[in-house]
Nanobody, 125 residues
């Protein structure tokens, strides 16, 4: 059974940084493409960033481009989301997601097979 466990969330002031981690267990990590999504209060879940299975190709939503970076460490079976220059509008529950046997990055949540439980990120002004 595949499990995704997020960590690293919390409260930070505007302009600060956080790094989210998502540890993946249960299957060969290298067979997954990974993504991050978020859901703010009263809003639908939205795409944040995703990476190809190799990690060499990544894509980010316009709202976070140049501020957030997705990366992966195969030795640790972990994917990261480095978030810099955080804004109050980045406040949301962040979810990591995995697509089995994928190759290229995916931006639609319907394409992902496994999800983490979510972790809160709160940015104060």
């Amino acid at each position: 059974q595949v499990q995704l466990v997020e960590s690293g969330g919390g409260l930070v002031q505007a302009g600060g940084s956080l790094r989210l981690s998502c540890a993946v267990s249960g299957r060969t990590f290298s067979s997954y493409t990974m993504g991050w999504f978020r859901q703010a209060p009263g809003k639908e879940r939205e795409f944040v960033a995703a990476g190809s299975r190799s990690g060499l190709s990544t894509y980010s939503a316009d709202s976070v481009k140049a501020r957030f970076t997705i990366s992966r460490d195969s030795a640790k079976n972990t994917v990261y989301l480095q978030m810099n220059s955080l804004k109050p509008e980045d406040t949301a529950v962040y979810y990591c997601a995995a697509k089995k046997d994928g190759l290229l990055y995916r931006t639609s949540e319907s394409e992902y097979d496994y999800w983490g439980q979510g972790i809160q990120v709160t940015v104060s002004s």
